[in-house]
């Protein structure tokens, strides 16, 4: 190399270079030693923080598969993806049958993405997004019914109905005549439950809030 003013550059992938500007004159080279200090570029920061979370990255599209009937999918689904250290929410709509992950339209980092249909359980996806590291694959979200929208599953199935919410009773031979005084016995089809009550003069009102849900008799 020359005398003068010099300029040393180090490179090394997934590093930002590093510059060094030295003046070499040939009558004066000693012997020491230099440590150059290689920081890793950002993208490599994102992926020695994606690793110490140990989160995915988010794939590139998301289908929606209803957890109790095979086959069937799930439409209508909304998503929330919140930055985990804050400074950004926003809701997405996915399309009739999935969703795209928004990869230009999110900040790089650990995020959490929120699904939510109605009659379903909020379904949530904790992820790191790198937008360098973007990739195309394919993640099924299993959208699990509601507390009610399984009951209403399993009515469906048994076939029953809904109790009334009124009961008034009448006698099978004599037209117009009320039967007063019934009692009545309520118990759970799959057990746990068997109580007594007693019906007014004219009519029984379902005891709604006293009893559980599911099959009665």
């Known amino acids: ?14 590093f930002e270079d590093q510059h060094f500007d030295v003046f070499h004159i040939l009558e004066d080279a000693r012997s020491h030693e230099t440590t150059v200090v290689m920081m890793p570029d950002a993208p490599s920061l994102k992926r020695e923080e994606r690793a110490k979370l140990d989160l995915p990255l988010p794939s590139s599209l998301y289908t929606f598969q209803h957890a109790t009937l095979p ?19 926003n809701n997405f709509s996915a399309g009739p ?3 795209e992950f928004p990869q230009n339209d999110v900040p790089d ?4 993405l929120t699904f939510s249909a109605d009659g379903f359980e909020d379904q949530h996806f904790d992820v790191f997004h790198i937008l360098e ?17 399984l009951k209403r599953e399993e009515r469906a199935k048994l076939d029953l109905p809904l109790p009334s919410s009124l009961y ?18 309520i118990t759970a089809a799959q057990g746990g439950f068997n109580n007594n009550f007693s019906a007014g003069p004219q009519n029984f009102e379902f005891p709604q809030n006293d009893v559980p849900d599911g099959p009665l008799r």
């Open 1 to 14: 190399v020359p005398d003068g003013p010099l300029r040393l550059t180090f490179s090394a992938d997934g």
């Open 71 to 89: 086959g069937e999918a799930v439409g209508n689904v909304s998503v929330e993806i919140t930055a985990a250290q804050g400074g950004f929410n």
């Open 97 to 99: 049958q999935n969703f």
């Open 109 to 112: 980092g650990p995020l959490r």
């Open 133 to 149: 590291d973007a990739r195309s694959h394919e993640t099924t979200v299993v959208m699990m019914p509601d507390a009610p929208s």
């Open 168 to 185: 008034t009773f009448q006698h099978a031979t004599l037209p117009g005549e009320a039967v007063g005084n019934v009692s009545v016995e």
